[in-house]
């Protein structure tokens, strides 16, 4: 896809963007939280301007994907601008994979969905994922203006979800030496500048520093089969409908010491990255200098759907580096449950 990176790129950008792709009538979606800056994208795009549908979720359940759907054909569009978060792309995504639609993305986190032919829907409590290349964005514009609105903690959690798809990138079976080179530069980006941000709000050169680390670890998760960590997301998100970025934050400390004695050149390049030589135990303590919410029982999760969580995990086959059976998912589901140190 085509890239723009700059502050201030959302004021005239998108319009730019939609002319290159030949769109005559853009629909422009977003969550609720993100309706004033997806006006004001809509506001952008001239005659281009086919309307602003805010109901954007996490997860994408299906009925908010089959109603973003309807008010794109009854807006007679020939193009979608998703401006927001993860929610917001997966629900363009969702309307690209039904209609065909071109997609533009504006994103305001650091969830490198924009950077992915993965689309996700929920329905009955359960989180499904695919690839196909229509959903993959064909113009992305990355303005980090847009993301001084995002509250630290929240910036925090998006960033170390980011993170996350670096991690699982160092070591998929299809990992490759560049993927493996964007991995470890965007994780040294964004353990940088999060605590900046974290500090300084409104620092705006530790923000672009953040969504460069975010659009390279995107574009890993775009180039690779994701693991354990990413399914047992999945499945607490989808099934328990815990919030995606924390509940990324909280989970892959636990994952990466339990998959760090099968994947030692993942390690070395996030002990590089990291600047220390315990990754899973740093990224453990970066949460906690973020503010970020420290266990699985803080975000709502009960003792009791831990066994749930394991059997949904346990009954879809996922590439990791190592072999985890039901056992091995309960312990790391417990820990972080109970918010304790890895390892």
Same mark, same amino acid.
Not at 87 to 98: E, F
Not at 151 to 174: F, M, Q, R, W
């Given at each position: ?25 853009? *629909? ?21 301007? /086919? $309307?602003?549908? =805010? ?11 089959? /109603? ?10 020939? $193009? ?28 305001? !986190?650091?969830?490198? +969905?924009? #950077? ?31 993301? *001084? ?61 953040? *969504? ?12 690779? =089969? #994701? ?11 989808? !099934? ?6 924390? =509940?990324?934050?909280?989970? *892959? ?41 420290? +266990? ?5 999760? +009960?003792?009791? $759907? ?7 995990? /346990? ?29």
């Amino acid at each position: 896809m085509r890239v723009v990176f700059r502050a201030g790129a959302a004021r005239t950008a998108v319009a730019a963007e939609a002319e290159h792709l030949g769109l005559r009538r853009v *629909l422009v979606l977003s969550g609720p939280r993100g309706a004033d800056t997806a006006r004001a994208v809509a506001d952008s795009l001239g005659a281009a301007n /086919a $309307g602003v549908h =805010t109901e954007a979720a996490e997860h994408v359940p299906v009925p908010v994907a089959e /109603a973003a759907t309807e008010a794109a054909l009854k807006a007679d569009a020939d $193009g979608c601008a998703a401006v927001g978060g993860g929610s917001a792309i997966g629900l363009g995504k969702a309307v690209a994979l039904r209609l065909g639609l071109p997609l533009i993305a504006v994103p305001t !986190t650091y969830a490198g +969905s924009e #950077m992915t032919p993965v689309w996700g829907l929920t329905e009955d409590g359960v989180k499904r994922t695919g690839r196909d290349p229509v959903v993959l964005p064909r113009s992305v514009v990355y303005d980090p203006e847009l993301t *001084l609105s995002m509250p630290p903690a929240l910036s925090g959690t998006s960033g170390v979800n980011a993170i996350a798809h670096a991690v699982e990138a160092l070591y998929a079976p299809d990992a490759s030496p560049i993927v493996s080179l964007m991995a470890e530069e965007g994780t040294r980006a964004l353990a940088a500048a999060l605590p900046e941000i974290a500090a300084d709000p409104g620092g705006l050169d530790a923000r672009g520093r953040a *969504l460069y680390g975010a659009w390279l670890c995107g574009a890993c998760l775009g180039a690779t =089969t #994701m693991s354990l960590h990413h399914k047992l997301c999945h499945v607490l998100g989808g !099934t328990f409908g815990l919030p995606h970025a924390a =509940t990324h934050t909280i989970v *892959l400390p636990h994952v990466l010491a339990f998959n760090a004695p099968a994947a030692p050149d993942a390690v070395a390049a996030l002990r590089r990255a990291l600047g220390t030589d315990d990754p899973a135990l740093e990224l453990y303590r970066l949460g906690g200098r973020l503010g970020a919410p420290r +266990s699985l029982a803080e975000l709502g999760l +009960s003792a009791a $759907g831990i066994d749930r969580a394991v059997e949904t995990a /346990a009954a879809v086959p996922y590439a990791n580096p190592r072999d985890a059976g039901p056992d091995d998912l309960r312990a790391i589901l417990r820990a972080a449950f109970d918010g304790r140190p890895p390892g």
